[in-house]
């Protein structure tokens, strides 16, 4: 009943023998119909992490009754086994609630790509069956190979090998105390028999074990914290602090969000005079990375660890491994939904732990909490053996970076094309097609609206024929403003200053700079004497606490 009030998701879906017609009435389906939406579902669980279609029961744990007699139920099987290419492996169990039937489909992980007898394949994505294309049907075909690290048996293991006191918390946590073995063994598959003993498979053991260095030489995470923003050898050697974390899952994303949240640092931004504090990283967004690099690694490279690594302007994850499957990183940076695991297994039981998402949204919430609070998106990148996730602590929009927009004002811009300007901003002055993308459009609207920049001789192209752009900074068109520096300055000289004493860049004019004032005077932090341009603007105490409280100079 905690799976039917769930509703269809990742790994369960409701399939009603009941279609509502254009009236409004309930009327029966056909056996072919429902057959051929029966093994869709299957046929995509079984090529991502596995999981069970609820035939003739409604969503909300309604079974309607009446649709399988006992020579309905045999032909119905008949077609469903006949309807899946190669035959897949599933188990049925006619279950009954207040003397109504429906059925319970079970199905386990494939290690081969199922088609249905119209030549379509599925994949599970969240709670849907996406149909994949003809050109992608041969990456998830080499994909099923990798997926299978996690299910080899371990001749040499046994239950003793598990940490019990996870494995208690787990299954306190799904409400099936005392039923250990068997849940590990079925629904999730972290178990299997040889003999009649029960053994682990990898999956159970870098999730579980005691000892987890037993069955892999780099199961945990390497941190590493660098001075400066470059990483440097020799002479020149910059690594500040240097962790290493091995444990099982279970207890690792917990042990490594402790040591990353002590030491990820507010940073202070100048607001018109005055400082607020806010966390250089939205919280949601590298805990969610980095129980992703954790759970999607690629655990058959055993010559490498997930790193974190940590710079002054950045924050890298990196786990060992590229995409995983079908998945590409254009299709991540739009932000669509791809839901692809190549521990299947592993993901199950964090998913199920409420430790992490299966609804293939994960990303796409980092680059909202990023763009919510101000920063840069973040940078997604294949280098090597790794597939590192990027976060830089730029803020996107600080007075500075508004001052520098106001040089395009007279352009009536978009608030994507202001935004790839301000993320070029802080790259170089340049930007390609797929960085635009990231702002959730396709490539399409990206050319459009890139073309339009070009047209406005805002930016150009590096080469002819390609898809890097740079922002052009022509020298009228104001100069760069770092906080309110030009008011700090005329302050700074006599203690008071007046509108004579103020030397604003080009692109605030008068008007705006007196505004400002004002808003400042308004907010407490001056008060206002005279009239015209001999006006006086002093600070309060307000201020003078505010600024000390800020001061970095060591007391005389």
């Known amino acids: 009943m905690q799976i039917v009030q769930q509703g269809p998701g990742q790994f369960t879906d409701f399939l009603s023998g009941y ?36 035939v003739g029961m409604e969503p909300e744990g309604e079974a309607r009754g009446g649709l399988f007699d006992p020579k309905a139920q045999h032909l119905f099987m008949h077609l469903l086994e006949a309807s899946i290419i190669p035959p897949l492996i599933f188990k049925a169990i006619p279950q009954e609630i207040e003397r109504k039937t429906f059925l319970k489909l079970t199905v386990s992980p494939s290690a081969v790509v199922h088609l249905l007898k119209n030549k379509k394949c599925y ?12 050109e992608k049907i041969p990456a998830l075909r080499e994909s099923r190979v990798e ?4 299910r080899e048996v371990l001749l ?15 299954m306190h946590h799904l409400g099936r105390p005392g039923e250990t073995e068997r849940i590990l063994h079925r629904p999730y598959g972290l178990i299997d028999y040889r003999d009649g003993q029960p053994l682990l498979t990898r999956a159970a053991a870098y999730l579980f074990a005691k000892d987890p260095l037993r069955w892999h030489p780099r199961p945990g995470v390497e941190f590493v914290r660098f001075e400066g923003n470059e990483k440097r050898s020799g002479s020149e050697y910059n690594v500040a602090e240097r962790l290493r974390i091995e444990a099982p899952i279970m207890k690792l994303i917990g042990e490594m969000e402790r040591i990353m949240e002590a030491r990820i640092k507010e940073r202070v931004i100048l607001r018109d005079l005055f400082f607020r504090e806010k966390f250089a990283y939205p919280s949601f967004a590298w805990r969610e990375a980095l129980t992703n690099a954790i759970a999607h690694r690629d655990y058959s490279l055993e010559g490498s660890a997930v790193e974190v690594w940590m710079f002054d302007d950045r924050l890298e994850i990196r786990s ?17 939904r791809a839901h692809y695991s190549r521990n299947p297994l592993i993901s199950r039981v964090l998913t199920d732990r ?27 990148k294949e280098e090597g053996n790794f597939c590192c996730l990027v976060f830089r602590n730029t803020p996107l929009l600080d007075e500075s970076t508004l001052a520098w927009l106001e040089r395009f004002s007279a352009h009536d811009l978009n608030p994507r094309q202001k935004r790839i300007l301000t993320y070029a901003r802080v790259h170089g002055l340049v930007f390609s097609s797929s960085d635009y993308q990231r702002f959730g459009v396709d490539r399409d609207t ?15 192209l590096l080469k002819k024929h390609g898809k890097v752009y740079r922002v052009l900074e022509g020298e009228d068109q104001g100069a760069s403003l770092p906080g309110l520096k030009w008011v700090r300055e005329a302050l700074e000289k006599k203690g008071f200053f007046t509108l004579q004493d103020l030397k604003p860049p080009k692109s605030i004019s008068r008007r705006k700079a007196l505004a400002m004032l004002r808003e400042l005077a308004q907010q407490g932090y001056f008060t206002i004497s005279g009239k015209g341009k001999g006006t006086k603007y002093q600070p309060t105490e307000q201020l003078h606490l505010l600024l000390g409280e800020k001061d970095p100079r060591p007391e005389i």
């Open 19 to 54: 279609r509502k017609s254009s009236t409004g009435v309930m009327r029966k389906r056909t056996l072919k119909d429902l057959v051929l939406d029966v093994a869709a579902s299957l046929s995509a669980m079984a090529h991502a992490g596995g999981g069970t279609v609820f």
């Open 446 to 460: 990206a050319y459009a609206e890139i073309k339009d920049l070009v047209k406005r001789g805002i930016v150009q």
């Open 354 to 380: 409420g430790i992490m998402r299966s609804m293939g949204e994960g990303l796409s919430r980092i680059f909202r909490e990023m763009d919510q609070q101000g920063l840069n998106p973040p940078e997604l």
């Open 123 to 134: 994949l599970r994505v969240g709670g849907q069956n996406v149909i994949l294309s003809r």
């Open 156 to 170: 040499n293991s046994s239950l003793d090998d598990l940490d019990a006191d996870l494995v208690a918390e787990f």
């Open 320 to 336: 060992p491994g590229r995409l995983p499957g079908p998945v590409k990183i254009q299709q991540l940076l739009r932000q669509e």
């Open 147 to 150: 997926t299978w690290h996690e």
